[in-house]
């Protein structure tokens, strides 16, 4: 009996094989938080309807052209699992091909009572357990018990990601086992985090880095903040916040943490989960250098996992670049560095491609960075999130932030403690005060003039609300500034590969000290290294504008409060829909003589806001989403609950979703000087052909832009938009050098 076709080795997989081989590698994922028995069980029973013998027949007959069976199998395992009431392998086996779902859809395999009982007693799949009963015999004599924690009594939500990791176990074991047949090797395994050894090195380079740089006036500050890192370490795990102004080296200071951590107390992995791509590169980049071995043929330490990697060309080895692809299906890696989109997204998901690597994150040191950039609206239900996983999945989480929202204050945490790093942020924020703001708010300025007063200044950084507002004062900007000084903008109306060009530019001009104004929507503000002595913010959350305060006399060379930061409320400024109620609530606490790093009134601001919002209230959709995890609705979750009774559509507003907006993703023609001409030539021309490799997607990341559906759909902008596969499309319209995607409207075409 088979389980796949031939490889190119011209092997058939053996049904015991497969089965055997999936059931010890789904124990080996679920053995860290106790799920092995039945994880080992699942996987036993997963594709067992394939002994039935008209599934047989089918397989050799598609053999030839490599079809796809198409015959039902997964139905089998699901009923030999309620049979035995073990309703997580239940839910686990029906989704194992096409995603977790719901009850209904579980209970709607087995058809009526009558017909489903005949199936199992006298049907297809009595076949198919007459012959597993003499080839796998283990899978009636061993099969294991409920666990407790799967009870009816025991606590909903926590139930709801214990199934979760159990078919994350097994939709992994079972790629990666059907994938060593497939390559005629072993399914690929990666060690886990050898921490000590890691600390040591990373240690040793950072002092290594330390003495080779010019000695900076941030640098005992920076040095207290690791110090009290490296000392918290030794703490019991648990729920952590590191809260300290933006520049003093958090990025160092929480890696350094979870290698401790991780080296006291035995975590298997680190993950470092940041809001923004441009911060995972840069990020990541630090983490390489720290982190990765000397020697180019051993296997690599820290992933960098997003949709804007380069697999191809990045690399300088293919072993390399097999190790990158592979890694990132499913975080097998020591050092993981990806985006909360990713990993909330995964948390929340229900595809095999998304939920593959949750296992990986048990007893594991997760470090949320800029975790004020998190959703408000979802907040509880990460909150949930990080509750169970430090309670049941023994993870140590560090909540990383200059201006920390207040989610210690929502209901899933309020028992919790969570511990602050660094005794007394306050003190240290007023220790490390580097600016001083300058509060034009009445009377409103024109945007017109705010750009004519920064472009008197040497240097100076502009930030502002929406897409459309970054480009009318990037275009002024040229107008208005000297031919010596370099004018750029930064936004999402431009391709990533723009975005990094643009950042690479803007960091050496400001090196040199040549004249340079960059404009930037919010993406600039969270994490980017940068350093002007003067910034420019249009009115915002006051986390905004701290962050913003973050890009100015960064390293504090213009001394206590030499740097200037200039907040603004432009008559003619636009603001994103989310704005004006948290700008509403900042007035109450920030303004002229507050500056909006007072940690005090943060809190308070994030306490009030999250009442305001009403983002616990019932039928809001944190609410929502945790009534349908409770139910096991896992389509509900991800996709949104029914919009009514009878309709098939559903309400994506009521879904987990990180980002909400409806997009399209298109692929611009950016020459970024690297060979990307040919890339999108390449890639556009495989996924046009007779047999698209999917992985081209990868590879033209760097290249999209994504719009609006509304917007695309607009009658000046659909015939740009030529078809490429899926919802991926081709801009035919202008792209310009500067500012990206050239697109008429009212200024929300793009997401912020």
Not at 494 to 506: G, W
Not at 614 to 640: H, L, P, Q
Not at 650 to 659: G, P, S, T
Request: glycine letters at 8%.
């Amino acid at each position: 009996m088979w389980a796949h076709s031939k490889n190119r080795f011209g092997v058939r997989h053996r049904i015991e094989d497969h089965l055997r081989g999936t059931a010890e590698l789904a124990r080996l994922f679920a053995s860290p938080f106790g799920l092995g028995e039945l994880a080992w069980w699942t996987g036993l029973v997963h594709d067992g309807g394939k002994c039935w013998q008209v599934w047989q027949d089918k397989l050799l007959l598609v053999e030839p052209t490599n079809g796809r069976v198409g015959l039902d199998h997964k139905s089998f395992g699901v009923q030999l699992a309620r049979r035995h009431e073990l309703l997580p392998v239940e839910f686990a086996v029906a989704g194992h091909h096409g995603g977790l779902t719901n009850q209904g859809q579980v209970d709607g395999l087995f058809g009526e009572d009558a017909a489903a009982e005949k199936r199992l007693r006298s049907g297809p799949w009595a076949d198919a357990e007459k012959r597993l009963r003499v080839a796998l015999p283990e899978m009636f004599s061993q099969v294991p018990a409920l666990p407790v924690e799967f009870e009816q009594s025991a606590e909903r939500l926590t139930r709801e990601f214990l199934l979760r990791f159990l078919f994350s176990c097994l939709v992994d074991a079972d790629v990666l086992d059907t994938k060593a047949h497939v390559e005629g090797g072993q399914p690929r395994v990666g060690s886990d985090l050898d921490a000590v050894v890691l600390l040591d090195r990373f240690l040793a380079r950072r002092a290594d880095f330390l003495r080779q740089r010019k000695p900076g006036a941030m640098d005992s500050h920076r040095q207290r903040l690791f110090a009290a890192a490296m000392a918290a370490a030794a703490r019991e795990p648990g729920i952590f916040r590191l809260t300290a102004p933006t520049g003093t080296a958090k990025t160092i200071a929480a890696a350094g943490f979870a290698l401790k951590h991780a080296a006291s107390h035995g975590k298997r992995r680190v993950i470092v989960a940041v809001p923004f791509i441009t911060i995972t590169e840069q990020n990541a980049a630090v983490y390489r250098d720290l982190l990765d071995p000397d020697d180019p043929d051993a296997e690599r330490v820290v992933l960098e996992h997003h949709s804007h990697v380069e697999v191809s060309g990045t690399d300088s080895t293919s072993e390399r670049h097999s190790w990158r692809r592979l890694a990132s299906e499913n975080w097998d890696a020591p050092f993981v560095v990806t985006t909360t989109v990713q990993l909330f997204e995964s948390l929340f998901g229900r595809t095999q491609s998304r939920m593959r690597k949750l296992h990986r994150i048990a007893d594991s040191v997760l470090v949320l960075d800029e975790v004020q950039a998190l959703p408000h609206h979802l907040l509880p239900q990460v909150a949930d999130a990080l509750r169970i996983l430090t309670q049941r999945f023994g993870v140590t989480v560090v909540l990383s932030s200059a201006t920390q929202p207040a989610v210690q204050a929502l209901g899933p945490l309020k028992t919790l403690e969570v511990y602050e790093i660094l005794p007394d942020p306050e003190s240290f924020f007023a220790e490390c005060q580097r600016v001083q703001y300058d509060w034009r708010l009445d009377p409103k300025p024109a945007l017109v003039d705010m750009v004519k007063e920064a472009v008197t200044h040497q240097q100076a950084l502009m930030v502002v609300n929406t897409v459309r507002d970054a480009r009318t004062a990037f275009l002024h900007a040229r107008e208005v500034a000297s031919s010596e000084t370099t004018v750029l903008h930064l936004s999402t109306g431009m391709c990533p590969a723009h975005r990094k060009q643009v950042l690479e530019d803007v960091r050496s001009l400001l090196k040199d000290d040549k004249p340079l104004i960059l404009v930037s929507t919010s993406l600039v503000e969270a994490g980017v290294d940068l350093d002007f002595p003067v910034a420019f913010r249009a009115i915002g959350p006051p986390e905004s504008l701290a962050q913003v305060a973050g890009r100015c006399n960064r390293e504090g060379k213009l001394g206590p409060r030499g740097g200037r930061v200039v907040i603004f409320d432009p008559v003619d400024g636009r603001l994103p829909p989310s704005y004006p109620t948290q700008i509403e609530v900042a007035y109450t606490y920030f303004g002229p003589g507050i500056d909006p790093e007072d940690q005090a009134k943060l809190s308070d601001y994030f306490a009030e806001l999250y009442g305001t919002l009403g983002i616990e209230d019932r039928g809001r959709a944190a609410g929502v989403i945790e009534a349908n995890r409770k139910r096991w609705d896992f389509v509900a979750v991800a996709d949104g609950p029914l919009e009514a009774m009878g309709r098939t559509a559903r309400n994506r507003k009521l879904a987990f979703r990180m980002i909400d907006d409806d997009t399209v993703p298109v692929v611009v023609r950016y020459d970024d000087g690297r060979g990307g001409a040919d890339v999108i030539d390449r890639c556009l021309r495989d996924l046009r052909g007779a047999h698209p490799d999917m992985r081209m997607l990868r590879d033209l990341q760097p290249y999209i832009v994504n719009l609006r559906r509304t917007t695309a759909r607009q009658a000046h902008i659909a015939p740009t938009l030529i078809p490429v596969i899926g919802d991926l499309c081709e801009w035919q319209g202008e792209y310009d050098d500067g500012y990206g995607t050239v697109l008429e409207g009212d200024g929300k075409d793009y997401l912020w």
